[in-house]
């Protein structure tokens, strides 16, 4: 009778949580919790430390309070998959999975510490609008952060219907190609329907998180997908592109044609954190002609045999992703060298002797000079 129960209690589980993304492997994750007779569920919305968790009992609002630690990674987070109490008032969230993936930027503290937008995300779906002037620098650097995350990105570049030509969007979509190699992208039109079914067909394979600004067209897109209007839309300004926030939190929505989107407000900070293989992965041609410099340690900025420099002067590679490049990874150095004392002690001696190179240039200069 018992092994009946709990073969009925698993069916229940599967076929209530399996249009969230519920597997067998999750199945097995939470088996100890199951014994304990707590809920698995997924968090659908987070708000000021208390969350709504989808449940086999349908949606159940839960306190986080037993799982908020010092560490600003590992609060609970929307995407999370979570052990709830069965009863209670209120009920609490007791404990949340190991994460497949997790979408983390840093955030706008002194303190350099991390923020999880999304947990468990199998695409990082970054909306970039063509109302607006490309700015293929910020794509990159949502770019690194979803490689970072292990989930796999996706360009979305919305409002095509409003590029007067449309050959030029065939043109927009080649330009971001070139700063996101090994990455789809895809021109769409909320209104007019154009590139949906494409896009609805890459996010029914799992759970997809929308990034971008604000007025990029995220929640006019979420409801395109989703069929209805779940999300408040308002209109961008029409000087610069932007629109409020209307998205204020980040919520989980079942899609009709499968898979799951979470909605995120618009980013105006999209700081690195921790990134250096998303950096990497983002300029892979950059690392792939670092492996034929001379020296291994080649900072691509004057040394001699710089395979890198190399390819600058011959046109092979562009002065823009070469300079995008240093500054993301200049950037994610500093981020990490607040945590990592070693790393901060190198970045001191290469700054030192960067310092005594420029010294010793200035002399031999002004030495030249003094012959002259």
């Excluded at 006019?220 to 997908?225: H, I, K, Y």
């Excluded at 992965?281 to 792939?288: L, S, W």
């Amino acid at each position: 009778m018992t092994s009946l129960s709990t073969s009925s209690s698993s069916s229940s589980v599967f076929s209530a949580l399996a249009p969230y993304g519920w597997d067998g492997a999750w199945a097995d994750e939470f088996a100890p919790f199951d014994a304990e007779g707590l809920l698995a569920g997924r968090v659908v919305r987070v708000d000021r430390g208390q969350c709504d968790v989808v449940t086999v009992d349908g949606l159940v609002r839960a306190d986080t309070a037993f799982v908020t630690p010092h560490d600003p990674l590992r609060v609970v987070c929307t995407g999370d998959w979570v052990a709830v109490e069965a009863t209670g008032n209120p009920r609490y969230v007791r404990t949340y999975l190991p994460r497949r993936t997790a979408f983390v930027r840093s955030t706008s503290s002194k303190r350099s510490e991390g923020q999880v937008l999304a947990a468990n995300v199998d695409f990082a779906v970054i909306a970039v609008s063509l109302a607006l002037e490309l700015d293929l620098g910020r794509i990159e650097r949502f770019l690194a952060l979803a490689w970072e995350s292990g989930a796999q990105p996706l360009v979305v570049l919305t409002k095509a219907d409003l590029v007067p030509d449309p050959a030029g969007v065939g043109h927009l979509v080649q330009d971001v190609e070139t700063a996101a190699p090994g990455v789809q992208v895809l021109a769409v039109s909320a209104t007019g329907g154009d590139g949906l079914d494409v896009l609805g067909a890459v996010v029914s394979g799992g759970t997809s998180v929308l990034l971008g600004q604000s007025g990029a067209g995220k929640s006019t897109l979420a409801n395109a997908l989703i069929g209805e209007d779940v999300m408040d839309v308002r209109a961008a300004r029409d000087v610069d592109g932007k629109g409020r926030h209307t998205t204020t939190t980040r919520n989980l929505l079942v899609l009709p044609g499968g898979g799951v989107l979470i909605d995120t407000p618009g980013l105006r900070g999209v700081g690195l954190f921790d990134a250096g293989s998303g950096v990497g992965q983002v300029f892979a041609e950059i690392e792939e002609l670092a492996q034929d410099c001379r020296f291994l340690d080649c900072a691509h900025v004057a040394e001699p045999g710089c395979a890198v420099l190399a390819a600058l002067e011959s046109g092979v590679l562009p002065e823009r992703r070469l300079d995008s490049y240093r500054k993301l990874l200049r950037e994610n150095q500093r981020i990490v060298a607040k945590t990592d004392v070693r790393v901060r002690n190198e970045l001191r001696r290469e700054w030192k002797r960067r310092g005594a190179e420029g010294r010793a240039a200035m002399e031999a200069k002004r030495g030249k000079r003094a012959w002259q």
